[in-house]
C-alpha cells in the first residue's frame, strides 16, 4: 500500500514541478519586461539630466556598456529567482511527504539543510566582489572597443593600431582572468554544497535501511524516502 503511494506521490511531484517549472516561465517573462522598462526608464531619466559637464566627460562606449549591464543584471536576477522559487515549493512539498511518512527522518533532513546556509554566507562576500569585478571589466572592454572604433580615422591617421590592439587585448585578458575567478569560486561552492548534500543523503539512507532492519520502517516506506 505504502508502495503505491510512494509512487503516486511521485507522479503527482514530477507533475507539480512541470506545472510550477510553466508558471515560473510565464512570471519570468512578465517580470522582465517590467523590470527592463523600470531600469531603462530610471537610466535614461538620470542620463537625460545630467549636466553638460558630464557628457563631456563621457565616452559613447560608457554608455552602451552601462544599457549592456542592465540586460545582465536582468538575466541574472530572473535565473536566480525563478530556481530560487522552484527549488523552495520542492522542497517543501518533499518535507511536508516525508514528514507523513517518517517524522525522524524527515528531522533529520531538516537538521542537515542549514549546511548550505552556511557555505552560501562564508561565500556570499567573496562571490558578490568577484561578480562586481567581472562586470566592471566587461563594462571596460566594451567601452573601450567601441571608443576605438569611433576613432578609427584618427588611430590610423597617427598610426596608432598596434597600441589600441594591445590595449584591447589586455582588457579583455583581464576579463577574462576576472571571469576564470568568478567561475571558479562557483565551482568551489557548488562542490561544497554537492558534498554537504551526499552526506545528508547517505546518512538518510542509512539511517532508513538500520530501520527498515529493525522493523521501524517498511520497504515501501524505504522506497518513498529513496
Given at each position: 500500500r505504502m508502495l503505491i503511494i510512494s509512487i503516486i506521490a511521485l507522479l503527482i511531484l514530477q507533475l507539480?514541478?512541470?506545472w510550477i517549472g510553466a508558471v515560473r516561465s510565464k512570471l519570468l517573462m512578465y517580470q522582465a519586461r517590467g523590470f527592463n522598462k523600470r531600469?531603462?526608464?530610471?537610466?535614461?531619466?538620470?542620463?537625460?539630466s545630467s549636466s553638460k559637464s558630464f557628457?563631456?566627460?563621457l565616452k559613447i562606449g560608457d554608455i552602451v556598456a552601462r544599457l549592456n549591464d542592465t540586460h545582465r543584471l536582468q538575466s541574472v536576477l530572473a535565473s536566480m529567482?525563478?530556481?530560487?522559487?522552484?527549488n523552495v515549493l520542492i522542497m517543501l512539498v518533499s518535507m511536508?511527504?516525508?514528514f507523513y511518512i517518517s517524522t525522524f527522518i524527515a528531522s533529520l533532513t531538516l537538521v542537515g539543510i542549514p549546511i548550505f546556509f552556511v557555505i552560501i554566507y562564508i561565500n556570499n562576500k567573496n562571490i558578490i566582489r568577484l561578480q562586481r569585478n567581472v562586470l566592471k571589466s566587461y563594462a571596460d572592454v566594451e567601452s573601450t572597443f567601441i571608443n576605438s572604433f569611433s576613432i578609427i580615422d584618427a588611430i590610423i591617421s597617427y598610426g596608432r593600431q598596434s597600441?589600441?590592439?594591445?590595449?584591447?587585448?589586455s582588457l579583455y585578458?583581464?576579463?577574462q582572468e576576472e571571469n576564470v575567478r568568478f567561475e571558479r569560486a562557483k565551482i568551489n561552492i557548488g562542490f561544497?554544497?554537492?558534498i554537504a548534500s551526499v552526506l545528508i543523503v547517505v546518512m538518510v539512507i542509512g539511517v532508513s535501511a538500520f530501520m527498515v532492519i529493525d522493523s521501524q520502517m517498511s520497504i515501501g516506506q524505504f522506497t518513498a524516502v529513496m
Open positions: 507539480a514541478s512541470s531600469i531603462i526608464s530610471f537610466f535614461l531619466k538620470k542620463l537625460f557628457f563631456d566627460s529567482l525563478g530556481n530560487i522559487v522552484i511536508c511527504y516525508l597600441f589600441f590592439v594591445h590595449k584591447n587585448i585578458s583581464d576579463y561544497n554544497a554537492n
